[in-house]
T-cell receptor
Framework: SQQGEEDPQALSIQEGENATMNCSYK?????LQWYRQNSGRGLVHLIL?????REKHSGRLRVTLDTSKKSSSLLITASRAADTASYFC????????????FGEGTQLTVNP | DTGVSQNPRHKITKRGQNVTFRCDPI?????LYWYRQTLGQGPEFLTY????????KSRLLSDRFSAERPKGSFSTLEIQRTEQGDSAMYLC??????????FGPGTRLTVT
């Protein structure tokens, strides 16, 4: 079963706009990760935020984590057509920190 | 730095046949993972190795599935007596530390 749920399922924006995706999860975690998957390619790790962090930046990416609400958000600023992809949040398993449990993903389309 | 490689990239097989996939992880990574992904869903964990030891298996991994990692290097995933429900993308990932995983491009299996 999926641990995380992303919202929205699909998002279409114009180049230059910001894109925000949300993830909710069910159990206690010690970190949350975001991955990107382009069509026909494997998943690429974007960013990891630990449970004691509230916000983290990497380039045009900003991730927030609210452990009290069991939710996270991924903001992509100044989007580009190349950002078109599916974005997944992933959390370590309850009994094993090694397995990742992914949400269903948000399909982002950035129109030129 | 070569990434995770998987072979074959695509496999079409008839129901009832056996198939085997190979994953070559990043060389210094001691952890290796297999996931399965169906269309529109996030990846689902199948199994995990640390070196040559298979430490965790998902309930998704029925007795028709077997994975090995001899000598702690490459890994193989075999599906016996394939069923149409086995059609999916099979993803391999590796990691050196516990959390950030590097994914291969996947093997797309179609069972006819």
């Amino acid at each position: 079963s999926q641990q995380g749920e992303e919202d929205p399922q699909a998002l279409s924006i114009q180049e230059g706009e910001n894109a925000t995706m949300n993830c909710s999860y069910k159990t206690s975690i010690n970190n949350l990760q975001w991955y990107r998957q382009n069509s026909g390619r494997g998943l690429v790790h974007l960013i990891l935020i630990r449970s004691n962090e509230r916000e983290k930046h990497s380039g045009r990416l900003r991730v927030t984590l609210d452990t009290s609400k069991k939710s996270s958000s991924l903001l992509i600023t100044a989007s580009r057509a190349a950002d078109t992809a599916s974005y997944f949040c992933a959390t370590p398993g309850e009994t094993s920190g090694s397995r990742l449990t992914f949400g269903e993903g948000t399909q982002l389309t950035v129109n030129p | 730095d070569t990434g995770v490689s998987q072979n074959p990239r695509h496999k079409i097989t008839k129901r009832g046949q056996n198939v085997t996939f190979r994953c070559d992880p990043i060389s210094e990574h001691n952890r290796l993972y297999w996931y399965r992904q169906t269309l529109g869903q996030g990846p689902e964990f199948l199994t995990y190795f640390q070196n040559e030891a298979q430490l965790e298996k998902s309930r998704l991994l029925s007795d028709r599935f077997s994975a090995e990692r001899p000598k702690g290097s490459f890994s193989t995933l075999e599906i016996q007596r394939t069923e149409q429900g086995d059609s999916a993308m099979y993803l391999c990932a590796s990691s050196r530390q516990r959390y950030e995983q590097y994914f291969g491009p996947g093997t797309r299996l179609t069972v006819t």
